[in-house]
């Protein structure tokens, strides 16, 4: 194949495949510019509401630019776009929740406004909580862009289909995996390095229930890996680090390893034996 033969392959290949496809560049800043509207500071940004209410119109006229690149229907873009924005309010008071659930539980957090700019794992939660409503909507593709751009940068990987509870918290959070059929209570604690997987990845298993389910008022540690659609970890329970869990533990459970430390003493090793080959 010549390089003009190439090229023309790619052109109409590609040109068809990305017909209906959201810009991705597009998508986000506007994820950047909706978390910043929600949270970032207005000093010196807006001297007025009415300022506000105007960038406030301009992202819902970015949100069904980028919805009609993949959906082509004004209609339909327009009833998403409504209906998306109609339950903003909702997310707000949401992410403020977790927000609050953070300070609360982290001794180095010195205020709501440090952790609603500064925390890695309340972005990456608001942007889930964003992607997730997309995903509820039935919108295809862009949920998932905005989910891996929130991984990018924070490396926190939450499916948009995943459902989470209220007043959730991600303690450092690099490193987490939390599934697409994840099931996630209300006031859970997640550290870094914590898995919520499949303990299968067949494609045949698409559309079954894959990822564990966590009630409410549970702390998974640093590390731990806790796979399987019918996992179920009860209320009140702690998770150690790097547990290794593929069954379901009851309601107030501490699951942990018991190490063994053994310390060398100031005396000399005994006189090794001498093996002759």
Do not use: C
Request: hydrophobic letters at 40%; charged letters at 20%.
């Amino acid at each position: 194949m010549t390089k003009q033969d190439f090229v023309q392959h790619l052109f109409h290949k590609n040109r068809k495949r990305f017909s209906r496809f959201p810009d991705k560049e597009l998508a986000e800043r506007f994820t950047d510019d909706l978390f910043n509207l929600l949270f970032g500071s207005y000093e010196g940004r807006y001297d007025s509401a009415e300022k506000l209410t105007q960038e406030y119109q301009e992202l819902q006229n970015t949100f069904s630019a980028i919805l009609f690149e993949l959906i082509r229907d004004e209609q339909l873009v327009k009833q998403h776009t409504g209906h998306f924005f109609y339950e903003l309010p909702e997310l707000y008071e949401a992410l403020l929740l977790d927000a609050e659930t953070v300070l609360k539980f982290d001794p180095a957090a010195q205020s709501i406004e440090e952790v609603l700019v500064a925390y890695p794992g309340f972005y990456a939660t608001a942007i889930y909580r964003i992607a997730h409503q997309l995903h509820l909507q039935g919108i295809k593709t862009l949920p998932r862009i905005l989910s891996e751009y929130a991984h990018s940068k924070t490396g926190i990987d939450i499916h948009p289909g995943a459902e989470i509870g209220s007043s959730f918290a991600i303690d450092h959070g690099t490193g987490i995996v939390i599934g697409e059929t994840t099931v996630i209570g209300n006031h859970v604690k997640i550290y870094q390095g914590v898995t919520l997987g499949a303990l299968n990845v067949a494609k045949e298993l698409a559309n079954k229930k894959r990822h564990p389910s966590i009630e409410d008022h549970v702390i998974i540690y640093s590390g731990a890996t806790i796979l399987g659609g019918e996992t179920v970890v009860g209320s009140g329970s702690i998770i150690g680090g790097n547990i290794w869990l593929t069954h379901s533990v009851p309601a107030n459970s501490v699951v942990y390893h018991k190490s063994e430390i053994h310390i060398k003493g100031k005396d000399p090793f005994p006189e090794p034996l001498n093996f002759v080959i």
